[in-house]
């Protein structure tokens, strides 16, 4: 990773007397707050979550998914689901590490709406930890972070995709797509999708990204923090497409499976 990618990654501003005292402490699980054994959190390898939270999490069967839409399904190894049996994807393939729930919610609600940073090592890991024994990332050549637009970079202080990607790899072995933080921009700024109707997000999305030459002939993994419809994935992927790109897929931290889709 280049020194640009890294100014970009905002160590998490904990004053250093907050950081003695958490020394002195015995680790506790992020969502039970049990006391772990062992390790202070500042070992690379340290626990962060206790055997039950860590089991409890909504981890994504790699087998029970769409491969296409990345959602749950009844049948194992479905190339399409009922649901995108007519949509016409332009993403070639989606997965994700966890479906989308109250524990996964409220972290990422933190991280991206309260400053919490700290939270991204351990996202980074958890989505690691999903992969474990994966050879699914070699297929790809690059990775992308979804960008923000300016506006929202500025106001929010860092991009929540770029934390998670750089934590993601932190913990995976080699053969790791490279980062690349410069091939795909965000050149509109747009109304959260959170806030529109399904017609809306797409029209909402229109022309809002712009991709680089430099995707030609790649095969390229589109990555974000969370997936509802994945019409934001799917319009970064045709934007790349049109720039030349090979295969395009997305990995998300959690998907919103269509069954809980408000
Ligand atoms: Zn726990
Ligand atoms: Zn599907």
Request: aromatic share 8%; charged share 25%; with cysteine.
């Amino acid at each position: 990773m280049n020194e640009f990618v890294q100014s970009l990654i905002h160590p998490s501003p904990q004053p250093g007397w907050l950081r003695w005292m958490r020394q002195l402490l015995p680790p506790l699980c992020w969502k039970c707050s049990k006391v772990l054994g062992g390790k202070t959190y500042h070992e690379p390898a340290s626990p962060f979550l206790c055997k039950n939270c860590l089991i409890e999490l909504p981890w994504t069967d790699p087998v029970y998914h769409c491969l296409q839409c990345g959602n749950r399904t009844a049948e194992p190894n479905r190339l399409r689901c009922e649901e995108c049996l007519d949509d016409i994807w332009d993403l070639d393939e989606s997965r994700s590490g966890f479906a989308y729930n109250e524990t996964i919610r409220h972290w990422i609600l933190q991280l991206k709406f309260f400053g919490q940073e700290h939270l991204s090592p351990l996202l980074g890991r958890l989505l690691a930890l999903s992969f474990q024994n994966s050879t699914w990332l070699e297929r790809y050549d690059s990775l992308i972070p979804i960008p923000l637009h300016s506006t929202r970079l500025r106001k929010r202080g860092f991009n929540q995709s770029l934390l998670l990607a750089h934590h993601f790899q932190k913990n995976m072995e080699a053969n790791f797509p490279e980062i690349q933080v410069h091939w795909l921009r965000r050149i509109r700024a747009t109304r959260p999708q959170t806030e529109l109707s399904l017609a809306e997000r797409l029209v909402n999305l229109d022309d809002a990204f712009s991709a680089s030459p430099d995707v030609r002939n790649k095969n390229i993994l589109l990555l974000d923090d969370v997936m509802t419809t994945g019409s934001t994935l799917n319009v970064a992927a045709r934007c790349v497409k049109e720039a030349g790109a090979n295969r395009v897929g997305a990995l998300v931290l959690c998907r919103k499976m269509w069954d809980t889709l408000e």
